[in-house]
């Protein structure tokens, strides 16, 4: 930490070390003369051309002087204030800042005095045994090997398996040192890794949950083959709730704690296309009725069940969108990190709730699932449990017909430094498993690959027998006094409740790791010959009768053949022991789930005051709009009830957007804290990690970071607060690479600010192509629960964020925000006057200035972003030049004009008796005069987008085609939205409305130098 007080009558307290910065200005102070400070309050906020920080006290006391003012230039070193001391503790000298040269010297003159000489170390060559190395695998000495075998059994039997590992461990450490080559492997032997006799039992009842379970299969597949019976465009899906029911089933009824009173509950992410087997479910508990299950993908009407977990349709029910396969394996990681990280923030307490994510296998195919799984292992998540349904087959076929999924998944997940569960084999196996003295069997298991395990649940017990089983003669003989029922009865770990059980029991037990639990089904289980482990499972959404009918017998459903026939349901008596034994469990376990609700208190929005500074004009200080929105930042971290829940994430791209400050002032999240002395630890904007710390720095992955927003932005129902998320992304690298997130986020009415900084596709000017954003604002319309602004001023800025924190966390409304936010420094003006400036604002447009003098020929302007500076430098060539008026409209959203235009005209058009409303842009426009010419740094559909709700002419600018780096000059001259083309097109445009002759335009366009041969833009 740095101190910069020295001895005297009172203490002075100097601008520490600020990097790189010279003569800043001092923009704000943040104390007076004689108030009281401690260590730590803000006292000045200092300000580069980049960003802004606050230089916090580091001593406390009475103000007995202040030695700076507003506008002040300071350096380091310089005095900003007099203090008297409160420390009891005698002063100290002057705390210089570690020097590191000096402790190299030091370290040096230390090593001189010990006299340490450095003589090469004695390098002993070892002349190495002549032995014969046999390279192939066979066993040159079998007794040998038996015995080191049998010791080891015996410190397995005395010491434990851990003991046993140990040893294993030291022996391997001791052949690597001797230079022998260490085998590496990842994987384990094709087995289960809980032994038997480590297996917990289930203190369940195993006959009623068969039973249970059975119905719950029956009615899910009875939902999906009435649907499609009805109407066979409404598809479905058995096949995967078929192959998970059993790994649902446990967790329901033995481990997923509700949110109660007490508990804040468990999360559950279900597999998307398990839908069905969830609402089956839902029904027996009396959750939902027949009529609803009947509805299943029938949502228009009020009531209907969707298709898959959709918080935003069914928000009493599901939590978490999970069907955009990928999504939400990395969603529940950054759920369970943001878990721990409210934890340890303090603002929620620990007690013990875990995150669980149920995926497929395929679904482990999107570089999405495993792209997140090193942060699990790195930020020790052992509140989170991965079950990977392994079934072997996706929707086309095999997921590994040539390997085997379940290993190859082991080999990463250990990798990466999860803890693995392998759930492969049922009960029935473990005697033939304690039979296998040779280990043939084992052989077997390892040596086939998953297209013939898929093969031989398609077929029966015969051909297991020859295809499996006849592998060697040992494996042969095992299974000699075998039928070939009982052969297919040899059930796989996924569906066998023990099982299941014991991993669930161990997963949830441990600590300091995440768990992925890797469990062995077959798709379609007891489906029959239309649909159970063969290539078309997961399209199969028709069952026959017979297939019906062998479905019934297998999970034995107490249906007649006639009930079958008619695919009805099946819900025993409320007084049935199922529906008891069901609702008990349920009850035990704290409640139903899936459940989503909301118990979070609002935040009230700040007083508009916090801005006030924002609706002032910058004078002579130059900023850009990012730096502006740092600045607002800052000033709500003052806030006491907006400072703690704000929660900034950023990938990477702090310092880009002058967010360094933030480091000191409230920490980056860091579960160990910090173990380190950061290199820049005595400056001020020092990279301190902190267990407590609140921003979440993600670094480079902007996934990651969108799913921390979307965490953050769902605080309020997955753990009952409201929290404040502000994603600062490189505009084009936010939208356009998380698209599929940004819509989750919506169905999950995550709330929060998106921002996209650095925006606009010729202001951020020398990155080029693939860095300059000039659609983000078109992907963000698309999102129907996401209003996006454009904002060219700071008070823009601030009324628009005022009015998001207010609508989306103190009225709770289910919206999000996305702004962008530009790199441009300019010179802000006061915010106009006018009383309906905000409300113009808000809803996308306002009058901002009006060149009035001529009153013969008049245009409208219409500019967002940058691009209004532009229309504005463009209108007064216009006035003085031409002595054309006109009038120029801000828009801060095109997007909130054409919702609104497109709601006004669809009322009119069903309202055709009634007196026609009129859309806000047409209030605007209406009655002004001359044709009207939009523009912004984003493509001319951005503008075009309110052309139906005019009724003038109206002509738009963009920056349609790739984006190049150059100057911003060249690039608005290359796109055609500088004002010399702003003038040129106006000019043109009041020509062909007839207004004025067409000489002007001509003149223009050769005084400007303006290339008519030149192609678009998007054909370059
Ligand atoms: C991102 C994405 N791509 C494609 C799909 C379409 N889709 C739905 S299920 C499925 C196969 C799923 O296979 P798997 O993950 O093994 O799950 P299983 O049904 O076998 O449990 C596919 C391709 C999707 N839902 N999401
Ligand atoms: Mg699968």
Redesign the pocket.
């Known amino acids: 930490m740095y101190k910069y007080y020295q001895k005297c009558m009172s203490e002075k307290l100097l601008v520490p070390d600020i990097g790189d910065f010279e003569k800043v200005e001092v923009i704000e102070l943040l104390v007076k003369q004689g108030d009281q400070i401690k260590v730590n309050d803000p006292i000045v906020t200092i300000e580069s051309d980049k960003s802004s920080v606050e230089i916090p006290s580091t001593i406390s006391g009475l103000i007995e002087s202040i030695s700076v003012k507003v506008g002040d230039k300071v350096s380091k070193g310089d005095l900003l204030l007099n203090v008297v001391s409160s420390d009891n503790k005698p002063v100290t000298e002057k705390i210089i800042p570690k020097d590191t040269e000096k402790l190299i010297i030091e370290a040096e003159e230390a090593l001189k005095k010990n006299n340490i000489k450095e003589e090469p170390a004695e390098i002993i060559k070892k002349e190495k045994p002549q032995i014969i190395q046999v390279v192939n695998q066979n066993d040159i000495d079998p007794v040998e090997t038996q015995e080191w075998l049998e010791s080891l059994s015996a410190v397995i039997n005395r010491d434990g398996n851990e003991r046993a590992h140990y040893l294993i461990k030291e022996l391997m450490n001791k052949a690597y040192m001797e230079g022998a080559n260490i085998p590496y492997s990842q994987t384990t032997p094709y087995i289960n890794t809980i032994p038997v006799v480590e297996e917990v039992k289930s203190t369940g009842d195993q006959n009623i949950e068969r039973r249970i379970r059975s119905l719950i299969r029956w009615n899910a597949a009875a939902m999906v083959v009435r649907a499609n019976k009805k109407f066979p465009e409404l598809g479905g899906?058995i096949?995967?709730f078929a192959?998970?029911a059993t790994l649902y089933d446990v967790g329901m009824n033995h481990f997923w704690r509700a949110k109660n009173e007490n508990f804040g509950g468990d999360l559950i992410y279900f597999?998307?296309?398990?839908a069905p087997g969830i609402y089956s479910r839902a029904f027996l508990e009396g959750r939902l009725n027949e009529k609803q299950l009947d509805n299943f993908r029938q949502e228009v009407k009020p009531g209907g069940l969707s298709s898959?977990p959709h918080p935003w349709l069914m928000p009493d029910f599901w939590q978490f969108p999970t069907?955009?396969?990928?999504?939400g394996p990395m969603l529940a990681i950054y759920q369970a990190r943001f878990m721990k990280y409210l934890i340890n923030r303090g603002l929620i307490k620990d007690d013990g709730r875990k995150v669980w994510a149920f995926?497929?296998?395929?679904?482990?195919?999107?570089p999405e699932s495993l792209g997140a799984i090193g942060l699990a292992a790195r930020e020790k998540l052992d509140n989170l449990i991965f079950v990977v349904?392994?079934?072997?087959?996706?929707?086309?076929g095999p997921?590994r017909g040539n390997g085997k999924i379940i290993q190859e998944l082991e080999g990463i997940f250990r990798g990466a430094g999860w803890n693995v569960i392998k759930v492969i084999w049922g009960s029935y196996w473990d005697p033939l498993l304690a039979n296998d003295k040779t280990g043939h069997l084992v052989k077997a298991m390892n040596e086939t690959v998953d297209g013939e395990y898929q093969a031989m649940k398609a077929r029966d017990g015969a051909y297991v027998r020859e295809k499996f089983f006849g592998k060697f003669p040992e494996t042969k003989k095992l299974i000699s006094n075998l039928s070939d029922t009982d052969i297919w009865r040899l059930n796989r770990g996924g569906h066998d409740p023990h099982k299941v059980f014991a991993a669930y029991d161990k997963a949830s037990k441990n600590i300091g790791s995440p768990t992925v639990i890797i469990a062995k089904t077959i798709?379609g289980y007891g489906m029959g010959k239309t649909g159970e482990s063969v290539n078309t499972?997961?399209q199969t959404k028709k069952l026959d009768i017979d297939d019906l009918m062998y479905y019934r017998d297998r999970f034995d459903v107490p249906l007649t053949d006639e009930q079958v026939k008619n695919i009805e349901y099946y819900k025993p008596d409320e007084n049935s022991p199922e529906i008891k034994y069901i609702k008990k469990r349920r009850l035990d376990l704290g409640g139903y789930i899936p459940s989503r609700t909301t118990y979070a208190k609002p935040i009230l929005s700040p007083p508009s005051d916090i801005f006030d500074n924002m609706k002032v004009s910058t004078g002579e200080k130059q900023m850009s709009t990012t730096m502006a929105l740092v600045r607002m930042l800052t000033n709500l971290l003052r806030d006491k009830n907006v400072a703690p829940r704000l929660v900034p994430i950023i990938p990477d791209e702090a310092r880009t957007f002058g967010m360094e400050g933030f480091f000191q002032k409230i920490g980056i999240y860091a579960h160990e804290g910090q173990k380190y002395e950061p290199e820049d630890s005595a400056q001020l904007s020092s990279y301190r990690e902190e267990k407590s710390g609140q921003v979440l720095e993600e670094g480079i992955n902007e996934a990651g970071a969108m799913s921390s927003w979307i965490a953050a932005g769902t605080s309020y129902t997955n753990h009952d607060i409201e929290m404040i998320p502000i994603y600062l992304f490189y505009s084009m690298f936010g939208f356009q690479r998380i698209g599929?997130l940004a819509w989750a986020g919506a169905d999950s009415q995550s709330r929060g600010f998106l921002i996209g900084a650095t925006a606009g596709r010729t202001t951020l000017a020398g990155e080029g192509l693939q860095h300059q954003d000039g659609h983000s604002h078109l992907l963000a319309s698309t999102i129907p629960n996401c209003l996006s602004y454009d904002p060219t001023f700071h008070y823009e800025l601030a009324v628009i964020f005022r009015e998001g924190l207010r609508r989306m966390h103190e009225n709770k409304e289910n919206i999000f925000y996305y702004i962008t936010t530009m790199n441009e420094n300019y010179s802000h003006p006061e915010m106009p006057k006018d009383k309906n400036c905000e409300e113009g604002i808000l809803k996308g447009m306002y009058k901002i200035k009006e060149f009035s003098k001529f009153k013969k020929t008049k245009i409208q302007f219409l500019g967002s972003g940058t691009i209004l500076r532009e229309m504005i430098a463009g209108a007064e060539i216009l006035q003085n030049e031409y002595q054309i008026d006109s009038e120029i409209w801000s828009v801060t959203s095109f997007n909130e004009l054409r919702r609104d235009g497109m709601e006004v005209e669809r009322y009119n058009l069903l309202n055709p008796d009634q007196e026609p409303k009129k859309s806000f842009v047409e209030l605007c426009l209406g009655k002004t005069e001359g044709p009207i010419m939009a523009a912004s740094d984003y493509m001319r559909i951005n503008s075009d987008q309110i052309r139906p709700y005019v009724n003038k002419s109206f002509y738009s600018l963009g920056t349609d085609g790739f984006g190049r780096s150059d100057t911003r000059k060249n690039l608005r001259n290359f796109f055609e939205v500088d004002k010399e083309h702003i003038v040129t097109y106006g000019l043109s445009v009041l020509a062909k409305e007839q207004l004025i002759a067409s000489k002007y335009a001509s003149e223009a366009i050769k005084k400007y130098n303006i290339d008519k041969n030149k192609p678009m833009p998007t054909k370059l």
């Open positions: 899906h096949g995967t192959s998970a597999q998307g296309h398990c898959y069907v955009s396969m990928g999504l995926l497929g296998d395929g679904e482990m195919d999107e349904n392994c079934n072997l087959q996706r929707l086309d997921v798709k499972t997961h599929d």
